[in-house]
């Protein structure tokens, strides 16, 4: 099993920025992909971001080119650096872990709880 904890949101004017980050504990030896979806009141969960088994990241086009992923040198932990946020950025972050090379879209084989991300206009 793998554990995983979110933290960082908050609330943010638009244009402004925030850093989230994710603790993964358990058996992340055998985990592949690391990620990050979110979802908006009324919509489904949607991938944001995630790096692959060979270490490369991937980004919606929604958000290519203002967040930026990464993970910690000791690989147990995360982060997505949301820069230029926008009101179309409010939802629940959920960091996201699978045995799979690839995360998808709206499927993880483990996920943390949660964080809000409320971006003002």
């Known amino acids: 099993q793998v554990q995983l904890v979110e933290s960082g949101g908050g609330l943010v004017r638009a244009g402004g920025s925030l850093r989230l980050s994710c603790a993964a504990s358990g058996s992340i030896s055998s985990i592949n992909a690391m990620g990050w979806h979110r979802q908006a009141p009324g919509n489904q969960r949607e991938l944001v971001a995630f790096i692959s088994s060979d270490g490369s990241p991937h980004y919606a086009d929604s958000v290519k080119g203002r967040f930026t992923i990464s993970r910690g040198n000791a690989k147990n932990t995360m982060y997505l650096q949301m820069n230029s946020l926008k009101p179309e950025d409010t939802a629940v972050y959920y960091c996201?872990?699978?045995?799979?090379?690839?995360?998808?879209?709206?499927?993880?084989?483990?996920w943390g709880r949660g964080t809000q991300v409320t971006v003002s206009s």
């Open positions: 996201a872990a699978d045995y799979s090379p690839a995360l998808l879209s709206d499927y993880a084989d483990f």
